[in-house]
């Protein structure tokens, strides 16, 4: 079974430019998590789709992102425009659904964005 | 979201067991003990969770204290491929499926040789 797999694994930008990240989950999975660490900080909790529909988006930090899930399979998040301190390394995780013991989340390697 | 603590750090010699502590005190009824690992330049991994029964997986053990209130993740033989920051967290279980993980600073277990 494939895993969760983000695209791509590295970016490099300069401020002020346009970046979208994507994130496939794993096949069946209602539930698709976007996390990120910047410099230094923990990992933090962005957003949360239940197939297509956001059903949490209060870590996302401002309206220069955006989420989408269109259709409910893979996601985008797009920055724009991006600044120095969106740097750091963004997850995504899925998860398969409403079963308290089949809740675990499994993460993709990550997206590294560098903003310069 | 019951607050967790752990240490910072720990060491532990190869082959030989790791068991990291983690506090949670403030647990209610419903929540769920989970843990997840990060090794160096990947995604947190799930490694196990439970509710109040001890669980054991093809990865770890997990020893929940009685009153629940705290929980050791245990790995029996620890490899160098096991030095990871670990990181214990706490989840309400009967949510519908949603589970935001809220990340600490974990514990940096390092195995050495």
């Known amino acids: 079974e494939a895993g969760v797999t983000q695209f791509p694994s590295h970016s490099v930008i300069e401020k002020g430019q346009t970046v979208t990240l994507r994130c496939d989950p794993i096949?069946?999975?209602?539930?698709l998590y976007w996390y990120r660490r910047v410099m230094g900080k923990e990992i933090k909790f962005l957003l949360h789709f239940v197939k297509e529909s956001k059903q949490d988006e209060s870590g996302m930090p401002n309206n220069r992102f955006l989420a989408e899930r269109t259709g409910g399979t893979y996601s985008t998040l797009k920055v724009q425009p991006a600044e120095l301190e969106d740097s750091g390394v963004y997850f995504c995780?899925?998860?398969?659904?409403?079963?308290?013991?089949?809740?675990?989340?499994?993460f993709g390697p990550g997206t590294r964005l560098t903003v310069l | 979201d019951a607050k967790t603590t752990q240490p910072p750090s720990m060491d532990c010699a190869e082959g030989r067991a790791a068991n990291l502590p983690c506090n949670h005190s403030t647990i209610s009824g419903n929540e769920y003990v989970y843990w997840y690992r990060q090794i160096h330049s990947q995604g947190p991994q799930y490694i196990i969770h439970?509710?109040?029964n001890n669980e054991t997986n093809e990865m770890a053990s997990l020893i929940i204290t009685e009153d629940r209130k705290s929980s050791t993740l245990i790995l029996p033989h620890a490899t160098l491929r096991d030095t990871a920051v670990y990181y214990c967290i706490v989840l309400w279980g009967f949510s519908g499926g949603y589970n935001k993980l809220i990340f600490g600073a974990g514990t940096r277990l390092a195995v050495h040789p």
């Open positions: 439970g509710l109040k």
């Open positions: 096949s069946g999975h209602d539930n």
């Open positions: 995780a899925s998860s398969q659904g409403r079963d308290p013991l089949r809740n675990e989340q499994f």
